[in-house]
């Protein structure tokens, strides 16, 4: 991250330089990082500057020019997120900076990164990634703004978008740049064309989505979008998707397919400090949260509709080997800050992991958004040996002494799951077990395509009894979410009574934030159920009040 380690390296400059809006934490949580080592691993030389001056462009010529270019991220989340509440209204502090502190990272970071990065180095290549990317890959809508946006390849005039995850795409892109060739047909990519290109287009198998002219123009068309890119995110039968936009063709490539075991494997110990970078003076919050935790699963099959994984990660589960994950248990025992507890073995729920397809020939012809709604996928294998097993092998390293769940379970798995449960609520929650019911009402839940009403209670019930059983007073955090498109007063109504009826303070509360790309979303802009049915949709701050103050009376 400075000339000095780059020259303590023995380089004279770099082949690629990573602008991120996140501090550098070298943990394989953090996207630019693992990214960085990803592509040093395939034999670049990478820099990174974290956090630039974005009015300066002389605070990203720390290694002078990239000979390859630049791989340009907003960080971890997308940086309205970052910045901005539900009410729109800027955040106290920065998560992922040093001391928390805001104004670290602008807004639409990737598109004044891209600009920073242009102004900087005139005519080296721009490559977008990360998660603001992947969530505004086509025509979206800007919640904080209150308007519809181009893709973000558009407006920050970069020359590729990666989306997902990214890491095969990424050394794909820059062994390209490396040896001069063209950067079309890479799977996980957007292109812009230009005019010649798109004058010479001719439909073949691609799928066809509304104009960005008539994203403005019509409300239902983000409606008709949503599900033409939720059907084609399969990696192994999706088709490239083309959209017009300022009479230019935006082609999207089919999703890349999701890492192998020994790839996430490889890629997880890749050789990170696991520390936020020695410079910063005061900590980054970020690193405090995850410095104890070992990711052991990425993907998601809920495909819940509020939900940026659903266009990010995917729904397809890829699950670390038991042997390397106990490797990067043993390497963190090790480190000065770690004091014998495991604070999560998780992903995007703590109950996922080991969770495959019974026939993968099955899954590679699927168009289903989620293996779990509204029912279990009669070929989704909700496995509960492969955790059980993972636990118990973390549980016997040497200097561990807790092993915690701390990613929150899935309450539709958690029951059919039993045995697993069972030895999470006796032996692996550090006192608060995360649930995410989300509401209480079903007409809600399904919307938000989660579980059935009644699952909450039927949880609750194993939850205290195992936990007397087992002589542990312990608790659990729901997750309620206000002001869901469909979510009326009386349904909103159901959750407040619950929880005055229980005489329950929550911990956490979520105003409804319509993430760019999410089937969620599209019910916001559209007023419409997926099905085209109409719903009540609260806009204004003045029409979310309501529901907002039923929870947070309650937090």
Same mark, same amino acid.
């Given at each position: 991250?400075?000339?000095?380690?780059?020259?303590?390296?023995?380089?004279?400059?770099?082949?690629?330089?990573?602008?991120?809006?996140?501090?550098?934490?070298?943990?394989?949580?953090?996207?630019?990082?693992?990214?960085?080592? %990803?592509?040093?691993?395939?034999?670049?030389?990478?820099?990174?500057?974290?956090?630039?001056?974005?009015? +300066?462009?002389? =605070?990203?010529?720390?290694?002078?020019?990239?000979?390859?270019?630049?791989?340009?991220?907003? !960080?971890?989340?997308?940086?309205?997120?970052?910045?901005?509440?539900?009410?729109?209204?800027?955040?106290?502090?920065?998560?992922?900076?040093?001391?928390?502190?805001?104004?670290? #990272?602008?807004?639409?970071?990737?598109?004044?990164?891209?600009?920073?990065?242009?102004?900087?180095?005139?005519?080296?290549?721009?490559?977008?990634?990360? %998660?603001?990317?992947?969530?505004?890959?086509?025509?979206?809508?800007?919640? $904080?703004?209150?308007?519809?946006?181009?893709?973000?390849? /558009?407006?920050?005039?970069?020359?590729?978008?990666?989306?997902?995850?990214?890491?095969?795409?990424? %050394?794909?892109?820059?062994?390209?740049?490396?040896?001069?060739?063209?950067? =079309?047909?890479?799977? !996980?990519? #957007?292109?812009?064309?230009?005019?010649?290109?798109?004058?010479?287009?001719?439909?073949?198998?691609?799928?066809?989505?509304?104009?960005?002219?008539?994203? #403005? =123009?019509?409300?239902?068309?983000?409606?008709?979008?949503?599900?033409?890119?939720?059907?084609?995110?399969?990696? $192994?039968?999706?088709?490239?998707? /083309?959209?017009?936009? +300022?009479?230019?063709?935006?082609?999207?490539?089919?999703?890349?397919?999701?890492?192998?075991?020994?790839?996430?494997?490889?890629?997880?110990?890749?050789?990170?400090?696991?520390?936020?970078?020695?410079?910063?003076?005061?900590?980054?919050?970020?690193?405090?949260?995850?410095?104890?935790?070992?990711?052991?699963?990425?993907?998601?099959?809920?495909?819940?509709?509020?939900?940026?994984?659903?266009?990010?990660?995917? *729904?397809?589960?890829?699950?670390?080997?038991?042997?390397?994950?106990?490797?990067?248990?043993?390497?963190?025992?090790?480190?000065?800050?770690?004091? !014998?507890?495991? =604070?999560?073995?998780?992903?995007?729920?703590?109950?996922?992991?080991?969770?495959?397809?019974?026939?993968?020939?099955? #899954?590679?012809?699927?168009?289903?958004?989620?293996?779990?709604?509204?029912?279990?996928?009669?070929?989704?294998?909700?496995?509960?040996?492969?955790?059980?097993?993972?636990?118990?092998?973390?549980?016997?390293?040497?200097?561990?002494?807790? %092993?915690?769940?701390?990613?929150?379970?899935?309450?539709?798995?958690?029951?059919?799951?039993?045995?697993?449960?069972?030895?999470?609520?006796?032996?692996?929650?550090?006192?608060?077990?995360?649930?995410?019911?989300?509401?209480?009402?079903?007409?809600?839940?399904?919307?938000?395509?989660?579980?059935?009403?009644?699952?909450?209670?039927?949880?609750?019930?194993?939850?205290?009894?195992?936990?007397?059983?087992?002589?542990?007073?312990?608790?659990?955090?729901?997750?309620?979410?206000?002001?869901?498109?469909?979510?009326?007063?009386?349904?909103?109504?159901?959750?407040? *009574?619950?929880?005055?009826?229980?005489?329950?303070?929550?911990?956490?509360?979520?105003?409804?934030?319509?993430?760019?790309?999410?089937? !969620?979303?599209?019910?916001?802009?559209?007023?419409?159920?997926?099905?085209?049915?109409?719903?009540?949709? +609260?806009?204004?701050?003045?029409?979310?009040?309501?529901?907002?103050?039923?929870?947070?009376?309650?937090?």
């Amino acid at each position: 991250m400075t000339r000095e380690e780059m020259i303590a390296r023995g380089w004279d400059g770099i082949d690629i330089l990573i602008i991120s809006g996140d501090a550098y934490v070298d943990h394989p949580s953090f996207g630019p990082p693992l990214i960085a080592r %990803v592509l040093m691993d395939a034999g670049f030389k990478v820099g990174i500057v974290a956090q630039p001056d974005w009015r +300066n462009a002389s =605070s990203v010529k720390v290694f002078g020019r990239p000979r390859l270019g630049c791989g340009i991220a907003s !960080g971890n989340m997308d940086s309205m997120i970052k910045l901005y509440t539900a009410g729109r209204r800027l955040r106290k502090d920065d998560m992922y900076a040093p001391g928390g502190k805001t104004g670290m #990272c602008p807004p639409h970071a990737s598109i004044v990164y891209s600009q920073l990065a242009r102004q900087a180095f005139p005519g080296t290549k721009v490559v977008l990634g990360g %998660v603001e990317a992947s969530l505004r890959r086509v025509s979206h809508y800007d919640y $904080w703004q209150d308007k519809m946006r181009p893709s973000i390849l /558009v407006d920050s005039k970069a020359d590729l978008l990666c989306y997902g995850q990214g890491e095969i795409t990424m %050394v794909e892109i820059f062994r390209r740049l490396d040896r001069e060739e063209p950067l =079309s047909g890479i799977p !996980g990519t #957007c292109r812009y064309l230009g005019g010649r290109e798109t004058a010479a287009w001719r439909r073949a198998d691609e799928v066809v989505l509304p104009s960005h002219e008539e994203i #403005c =123009s019509d409300r239902t068309a983000i409606m008709r979008q949503t599900k033409l890119v939720e059907s084609e995110m399969n990696p $192994w039968n999706g088709r490239p998707l /083309v959209q017009m936009v +300022n009479g230019r063709l935006l082609r999207v490539e089919p999703p890349a397919p999701p890492l192998t075991t020994e790839q996430f494997d490889q890629v997880c110990e890749l050789p990170f400090t696991g520390v936020q970078h020695w410079s910063y003076r005061e900590p980054v919050p970020g690193w405090e949260v995850v410095k104890d935790s070992i990711t052991v699963v990425r993907g998601c099959p809920g495909g819940c509709a509020f939900c940026g994984l659903v266009c990010h990660q995917g *729904r397809q589960l890829v699950s670390r080997s038991i042997a390397s994950v106990c490797r990067s248990v043993r390497k963190l025992v090790g480190k000065p800050f770690f004091h !014998g507890t495991i =604070s999560d073995l998780g992903g995007a729920a703590g109950n996922i992991f080991g969770h495959g397809p019974k026939n993968p020939e099955i #899954c590679r012809k699927c168009r289903r958004v989620s293996c779990l709604f509204p029912d279990f996928c009669p070929n989704y294998n909700a496995n509960e040996k492969p955790l059980i097993d993972l636990l118990e092998a973390v549980s016997e390293i040497p200097g561990v002494k807790h %092993v915690f769940i701390n990613s929150g379970v899935r309450l539709d798995l958690a029951l059919v799951q039993k045995k697993q449960t069972e030895k999470i609520l006796r032996n692996h929650v550090s006192g608060q077990l995360s649930v995410a019911p989300e509401h209480m009402d079903g007409e809600v839940l399904r919307l938000m395509r989660k579980g059935k009403a009644g699952e909450f209670e039927k949880f609750r019930e194993i939850f205290e009894a195992t936990s007397a059983a087992a002589g542990k007073r312990q608790f659990m955090v729901p997750y309620f979410i206000s002001n869901f498109p469909g979510c009326t007063a009386t349904a909103m109504g159901k959750v407040e *009574r619950y929880l005055e009826e229980n005489h329950w303070s929550l911990q956490q509360v979520q105003d409804f934030i319509p993430l760019p790309m999410t089937m !969620g979303c599209a019910m916001y802009c559209s007023g419409e159920a997926p099905d085209g049915t109409p719903i009540d949709v +609260n806009r204004g701050l003045a029409e979310r009040r309501s529901q907002r103050n039923m929870l947070r009376k309650r937090h």
